[in-house]
């Protein structure tokens, strides 16, 4: 009897970590689109975009998108040489340089591309919407976390789907 006992133990131990991360938020990719459907829901609702806008702001980030992404997989390939590579070889410390300067390169760029984006997106919008950004962005540096972010986003699909 206690061996059945510490057995179902076990196995309710085991299936816990399963069953507290939730079968679609441990697992779930979320795809580009439905990326870019949430961001520019979300700025319909929070900026009250007219149609006008939110298809030009949804051109924007598809565009836009596209260098991310490319950005983003070289900057994964340059991650995993690093990981990959060995302290012990006699030109580790050039190596780690060399990747430092192009992870630095990349960074920049992505960096200029989110800056470009965000003036085209303001560009599109009236006075009283980019008074609405000015607020939220103040409101958004007070204690939010990126774990926050990721529940909302994870809320909004599953009220959408």
């Known amino acids: 009897m206690p ?3 510490t057995i179902v133990a076990l196995i309710f131990l085991c299936l816990s970590g399963y069953v507290m991360a ?3 938020e441990k697992f779930e990719q979320l795809s580009k689109k439905d990326f ?5 829901e979300k700025m319909t609702r929070s900026l009250e975009l007219n149609d006008t806008q939110k298809i030009k702001i949804e051109a924007i980030l598809e565009s836009s998108s596209i260098q991310i992404e ?11 040489q690093f990981m990959e590579m060995e302290p012990s070889d006699i030109d580790y410390k050039e190596k780690v340089q060399e990747l430092s300067g192009e992870i630095g390169g990349l960074i ?9 984006i965000k003036r085209e997106i303001y560009d ?3 006075d009283d919407q980019k008074e609405k950004i000015k607020n939220r ?7 939010k976390t990126k774990r926050s972010a990721r529940e909302r986003m994870r809320q909004f699909f599953r009220k959408n789907n």
């Open 3 to 5: 061996i059945q006992k």
């Open 22 to 24: 939730g079968k679609y």
């Open 36 to 40: 870019l459907d949430y961001k520019t």
């Open 70 to 80: 490319e950005n983003k997989s070289e900057l994964m390939k340059i991650r995993k």
């Open 108 to 116: 920049s760029d992505q960096l200029v591309l989110r800056g470009s």
């Open 124 to 126: 599109v919008l009236e």
């Open 137 to 143: 962005d103040m409101r958004n540096n007070q204690h």
